[in-house]
């Protein structure tokens, strides 16, 4: 394959993972390889933690799983309780649906030919650090260009390599396709990035500085959030959240968009495949958590919700 096309499908591959990952949990997660991963694997045994699965009680149960975007060893296992209540359901509710255009399509809307270029809508020092980020993931210049300014901060959330298939959220959304169950996606990939498109410039500006930050900083909020995922801690899956969102007045300001008001969409699109029963709901731990979460808001509407031990 000529060096242009691996280039560009590393950049595909990378533009579907920054979508999974930075909208579903509300900070990105780091990649795991090689010897990270061996160590890993032998400190903790896989799945043993209380997955991050609820019922909805009703005449026939409902499902609803907190996912997250890696591939680490200490999560790579699907949980017993989430494979007997995804087998035993009817639906199945990602947050996107996977389909085998979808990384295409995602690129073609993150890299838009119709915008002015991305060097003249930030400030010389931060293009400066967007080129050197860009070039140590084999962006081209001229893809890199092409971002606004908030589709530059979701993408630059993204790890440098993610398998997809090998996530919490492929695995289940591949098993749910091979056991035959009816699909509806909660959002759209329109509604998704509209989220980032939108942000007033100055925020945008803001946000992608931020995710450099984070980046330059070995990416400490991510590790502290897989690992708070991987023990089933709620409370400190919260707290990492809570925190990412309270680190300055860009972040705090993204908190409205990008978890509250999905999380109100969400739970309004969920009520009528619950009242029907045997839905299997797979969307990001942090939009399950927390207060003005998902379950809460469905709480309040009336539905019995309880963890699955």
Known sequence: MP????????????????????????????PTRGAE????????PVASAQPFLWKVEGPRPSWLFGTIHS????????????????????????????????ALTVAAKLFQADTPDLSTRLPPPLWARVKTAGESIGLPEELLQRLTPGLAAL?????????????????????????GLAVTALETIDEQLALFEKLPEAQAVAALTDALDEVAAGRPAEKKLLTAYANGDERALVAVVAGEFGTSPAARALAEPLLYRRNQLMADRLVPHLQAGGAFVAIGAAHLTGPRSVIELLRARGWKITRVP
């Open 3 to 30: 060096p242009g096309m691996t280039r560009l499908n590393q950049t595909l591959t990378r533009a579907l993972a920054a979508i999974y990952l930075f909208l579903s949990t509300g900070v990105g997660l780091p």
């Open 37 to 44: 991963i061996a160590a890993k694997a032998v400190s903790r």
């Open 71 to 102: 591939d680490d060893p200490r999560i790579a296992t699907l949980p017993a309780q989430v494979t007997v209540a995804l087998d035993a359901s009817r639906t199945f509710h990602p947050e996107v649906e996977v389909s085998a255009d979808l």
């Open 155 to 179: 993408f630059f959330s993204a790890p440098p390599n993610a398998d997809i298939a090998a996530t919490i959220d492929g695995q289940v959304h591949d098993r749910a396709v091979a056991r």
